[in-house]
């Protein structure tokens, strides 16, 4: 059974730094899966943060370029999100999530997270 557990939200201040991990079971973070990170702040529509492609490609929402950067530790089956220059807009439920049917990440991936509260403070 796969499964994603997401760990590492809480507060933090307005231009704090913050890292999630996401711990995966039931598979193996190769080059046939996606990987990446989505969130959902109140009121709106989830969104993707950063995804790691089936081929190893890199790809991060214009929000956040440039402030969070995602990484896999294959070896462990371990997704992080590095947050830093967080805003209060940054405040949202952040989900991990992983397909092998598609090449990259998108709203209907086949599995996700129950996700981790990011609150960010003025």
């Known amino acids: 059974e796969v499964q994603l557990v997401e760990s590492g939200g809480g507060l933090v201040q307005n231009g704090g730094s913050l890292r999630l991990s996401c711990a995966a079971s039931g598979f193996t973070f190769d080059d046939d899966y996606a990987i990446g990170w989505f969130r959902q702040a109140p009121g709106k529509e989830r969104e993707a943060v950063a995804c790691l492609s089936r081929v190893g490609d890199t790809y991060y929402g214009d929000s956040v370029k440039g402030r969070f950067t995602i990484s896999s530790n294959n070896a462990k089956n371990i997704l992080t999100l590095q947050m830093s220059s967080l805003k209060p807009e940054d405040t949202a439920v952040y989900y991990c999530?992983?397909?092998?049917?598609?090449?990259?990440?998108?709203?209907?991936?086949?599995?996700w997270g129950k996700g981790t509260l990011v609150t960010v403070s003025s």
């Open positions: 999530a992983a397909d092998q049917r598609m090449g990259f990440c998108y709203a209907g991936m086949d599995y």
